[in-house]
């Protein structure tokens, strides 16, 4: 008799606790068709740090479809494969051929996972990020994949890999790896980053990184409950795109495309960007894809890029490091109108999502919808329950229909049905999108005076005592202190005096 799903997932996961074991010697374990094996020790090592992979689920998928009565389990790690990784049409084929047969007695497709599409979730950990100018020459958009052209010795990866604790010999080992390069480095150790430069940084600036992005991180712990790394992250930071493809040619085997300007490459745990002075937007970009991989390696397609995106431009409030409107909100009013409504986003896969078959305004847009959806979630404050009720999902509830997973899930975080919030998303942009008008700055003028501040009379005009009153609200609230009114300021104030 067939046991239910339910009962064989509790009672692999109820089995006794091991260590996991290393994954080579369960690659082995794999092609021996020892499968009952294979899958006790891969639901170990899924739960350690990156420990889901596509080869991982791959492998723990085609065992549970040659297991006897587990082919409800292999289908839905298969399905969620399909959705959540990224894949080279051989790869995406093959997978499909599993689920079709499924279950099988015979032996899997071996697939090469290094030779496909290498991106955050996919095969080498590898994913980049582009610029989108809307009227420029330059017509890419992040989420271009950086091709694997060959594999690093696995010996040369650990050995990039120092303990928290001691910064002298990680740094010691950055500098010499980029004077191999023929480069003169400058570099700085914060207690969980290394930072080498070739960029012109000076101390003051390095410094300034390293602080900007230790508050990162603990902000990603407290809200994300992503792991902290056992070992330092490395970032490398270049002055200019042929030092980027320098970088990855050399250091991690990767053909960078022209424009990109960041990447992240998960297994020595570094970041590269192109960085000119104190800056950490597109370090954070790249960071947030490599942090949420300590554990949650299956992130859907729409999440990973959207919260990626949000905090390439973000401020700390506090502890708090909050996402802003920023240059994508002009692709969203210049392209958005008759593209894929946010339930549709929901169901993407990358192939989907990067528009392959599409044009790059098909791609921008999805890019774009993601960050700004991704952007009203956190403005609404269903952010951090939306992401870990998709961290924490049920795989054996994944179904062949992506979109409507996600939209129950989304319904459970935020206690609100998706057309209810597509709805209030649309209002939330418009207001977004809207210039500033004279009745909004005497709306904050009032509100800051009725708060202790002294902007003048309520005028609607920005002048030198408004924004003077304006500085001060940042700085009591820990917010930068540039004097400019927006939304997301404006929503604080209302806050603090009622709407």
């Not at 992130?299 to 949000?310: F, Q, R």
């Not at 809207?434 to 609607?460: C, I, T, W």
């Not at 924004?467 to 929503?491: C, H, M, P, S, Y």
């Amino acid at each position: 008799m067939k046991r239910s799903m339910s009962a064989l997932f509790l009672l692999w996961l109820g089995a006794a606790p091991l260590l996991a074991a290393n994954l080579e010697e369960i690659r082995q374990q794999w092609h021996a068709a020892n499968y009952a094996q294979v899958i006790s020790e891969l639901l170990q090592y899924r739960d350690t740090d990156f420990g889901k992979t596509i080869e991982v689920d791959y492998m723990l998928a085609t065992s549970f479809c040659r297991h006897p009565g587990d082919d409800d389990l292999g289908r839905a790690f298969l399905l969620n494969i399909l959705q959540v990784y990224e894949l080279s049409s051989q790869n995406r084929s093959a997978i499909h051929e599993e689920l079709t047969v499924c279950p099988d007695l015979r032996q899997p497709h071996q697939l090469a996972f290094l030779s496909s599409r290498s991106t955050g979730g996919g095969d080498a950990g590898v994913r980049g990020k582009m610029f989108y100018f809307v009227d420029g020459p330059n017509r890419a958009i992040g989420g271009d994949p950086l091709q694997a052209r060959g594999e690093i010795p696995a010996t040369e990866l650990q050995a990039r890999l120092f303990k928290l604790g001691d910064s002298g010999p990680a740094a010691t080992a950055m500098d010499q790896r980029l004077r191999k390069l023929g480069y003169q480095p400058a570099v700085y150790a914060s207690p969980h980053f290394v930072i080498g430069s070739v960029s012109n940084h000076s101390d003051a600036d390095l410094q300034e990184i390293g602080r900007l992005l230790e508050r990162a991180l603990d902000f990603f712990v407290t809200t994300y409950e992503v792991r902290r790394p056992a070992n330092f992250i490395s970032v490398y930071l270049v002055p200019d795109g042929r030092q980027m493809r320098t970088i990855g040619d050399k250091l991690h085997a990767l053909e960078v495309a022209q424009g990109t300007i960041g990447y992240s490459f998960r297994n020595d745990l570094s970041v590269t960007s192109v960085v000119q002075g104190p800056f950490t937007g597109t370090l954070k970009h790249e960071l947030t894809h490599l942090l949420v991989r300590s554990n949650f390696g299956d992130i859907p397609p729409w999440l990973d890029e959207g919260l990626a995106a949000l905090y390439e431009v973000s401020r700390l409030e506090g502890e708090f490091l909050r996402g802003l409107p920023n240059w994508r909100g002009e692709i969203l009013k210049r392209y958005w109108h008759g593209q894929p409504p946010v339930a549709e986003l929901l169901g993407m896969n990358w192939q989907q999502l990067d528009a392959e078959e599409g044009s790059m305004e098909h791609q921008a847009v999805h890019h774009a919808l993601a960050r700004y959806w991704v952007l009203y979630l956190q403005d609404r404050d269903y952010l951090a329950a939306v992401y870990n009720q998709f961290r924490t999902r049920d795989i054996r509830q994944v179904t062949a229909n992506p979109g409507a997973d996600a939209t129950r899930l989304i319904a459970m975080a935020s206690g609100r049905p998706l057309p209810v919030l597509a709805a209030d998303f649309g209002t939330w942009l418009e207001r977004l999108s809207r210039p500033l008008s004279n009745a909004d700055v005497a709306d904050v003028q009032r509100r800051l005076s009725a708060l202790g501040y002294s902007p003048g009379k309520a005028d609607g005009l920005l002048g030198s005592n408004t924004i003077a009153a304006v500085k001060a609200f940042q700085r009591d609230n820990q917010l930068d202190e540039n004097g400019q009114i927006d939304t997301v300021l404006i929503d604080l104030i209302k806050a603090k005096t009622g709407k």
